[in-house]
């Protein structure tokens, strides 16, 4: 089985010298995250989620020895559940943070602006799409933000515009090993994203809330992301198993 981490990390299988290139459609690159451009080669950055809910998880920067990048958790004791996301290990100021309404929009805040309602941050995209700017004004796009959709974060300055500069796959089962193990969520993401990479990880947690709150019911909502999703990555423990930079699948626990 071939994950995308095989295709950044494998260098004998995708290694390329000068102005050679993978024989590859538009669609196979966007599908995979594989840059085009030479500069992007061989450099994209790979988190994994230690835990299959992104909003009690923290991210673990695979291509830099597991080391936690970001920390996100619920906070239950107030009037409205909040998520904070923090840098490292989760001390401190929040870097932003989602308030949750169970009947009008959640209200966001990041890196200390004033608390707005979360449909004045995004602007429609389209179909499964949102659009929002960064502090300079540059435009991105996440795009497959919808039951059964691989988001994937665009922006027009890019080299090409239908190719993302991010990329979220969710945990699924590997089943070309023995005994299956889950392969974690992971986010991808090239240099041009980690220029923004706190607002990619922001604005993605808040509009995966909105992807998954949708395909809860109305009345398990709130208790569906209280709870880990079953089967799923348990804590970073288990993350930090992975097998860096040959597949990112959990080892076998008698490894």
């Known amino acids: 089985m071939t994950t995308p981490a095989q295709t950044f990390n ?16 538009e669609e196979e ?3 995979t995250l594989v840059p085009s451009h030479p500069s992007q080669r061989n450099s994209v950055t790979i988190w994994t989620l230690s835990n299959d809910n992104p909003h009690n998880t923290r991210i673990l920067d695979t291509t830099d020895h597991n080391k936690i990048v970001y920390t996100i958790k619920p906070d239950f004791k107030g009037k409205h559940t909040m ?10 100021t929040p870097l932003g943070y989602i308030e949750w309404h169970e009947f009008f929009s959640d209200q966001i805040s990041f890196k200390g602006a004033k608390k707005v309602k979360k449909g004045s941050y995004f602007s429609n995209g389209g179909s499964f799409a949102h659009t929002f700017k960064d502090d300079q004004g540059r435009m991105y796009k996440w795009k497959g933000i919808g039951p059964g959709l691989v988001p994937s974060l665009h922006c027009d300055d890019n080299f090409n515009r ?12 590997d089943q070309s090993v023995d005994p299956p193990a889950v392969i974690p969520a992971q986010i991808f993401l090239t240099p041009r994203a980690m220029e923004i990479k706190d607002l990619v990880l922001f604005t993605f947690i808040v509009l995966e809330k909105g992807r998954r709150s949708k395909e809860t019911s109305e ?14 990555i348990p804590n970073e423990e288990t993350a930090r198993a992975v097998n860096t930079g040959v597949g990112l699948g959990v080892k076998k626990r008698d490894e």
Request: proline share 5%; aromatic share 6%.
């Open 10 to 25: 494998d260098g004998q299988a995708q290694t390329l010298i000068g102005d050679q290139q993978p024989a590859l459609t």
């Open 29 to 31: 690159q966007v599908a």
């Open 83 to 92: 998520t904070n996301m923090y840098e490292g290990e989760g001390e401190g």
């Open 162 to 173: 239908k190719v993302p500069i991010a990329q979220f796959t969710r945990s699924r089962m």
């Open 219 to 232: 009345g398990n909502r709130m208790s569906a992301w209280r709870a880990e999703a079953p089967g799923m």
